[in-house]
């Protein structure tokens, strides 16, 4: 408990930095390699009805960045984080949009009641997975889907890239994959706790709490992007689709 605590003390602490730089505008990544990404995914599981008739709960929403876009394509939306600041911030951008301080460790949602649940590079930030997807699966409707967008698993058991003494990249090393652990990062006055665990650990959480896998996405920038040549080396991000069995059937 005192992990996450911590965990979410530091989000606190770097909410401020957090909206001012990495907000809207400053997230390139989310913009260039994974908005992309979801909105043919989208197309892809819903077709030309698109999100229009989905009640969808954003675990992690941040300042709704993401919430505000779905809202905007006709889903009903309910955003959560633990963050106060990023809730207030949610509320003034979104007035009309439906908000809440919470943890994804405890929704504030009724069970079977969503259809859709999102965790857009949200999970990483929570100590106690298990919980988080033991909840995903109450709330989310029989047949209905999570969507989880997240850090490679290679990618995060390790900080980054060796370098060559001219900062060329040479490779990313993957170490001690198979061990849960946590990493602390800091930059532009940003310092939060990311929590790496090894793909089977994920899988194995979201098979227990009632789900399958539907698609498994290792997005990349448009091949004429400046990064293209990097990720395609060792993609950064991960997205999975799981979809809820339905017993009934």
Partial sequence: MGRTSETIDLWRKSAEAWIEGQGDAGDQSRKIILDPALVRLWEDLYGSTGLATLRIVDIGCGEGRYSRFLT?????????????????????????????VARGENLP?????????????????????????AEIGRVVKPGGRCVIVAISNMCSSTEGWVK???GNRLYRPVDDYMDRKSMRLSWKGIEIINFHRPLSETLSAF?????????????????DHPWYAEEVRAPNFQIYAFKKENPSL
């Fill in 109 to 133: 949602v009724d069970s079977e009641s969503v259809d859709l649940a999102l965790c857009y590079l949200s999970l990483l930030d929570i100590e106690d997975q298990d919980a988080v997807i």
């Fill in 164 to 166: 060559d003494s001219a």
């Fill in 207 to 223: 098979f227990k709490s009632g789900f399958v896998l539907d698609r498994f996405i290792e997005p990349l920038p448009p091949q």
């Fill in 72 to 100: 905007s394509h006709g889903a009903s939306v309910i955003g959560i984080d633990p963050v106060e600041a990023f809730i207030d911030r949610a509320k003034e951008l979104h007035p009309d949009g439906n908000y809440h």
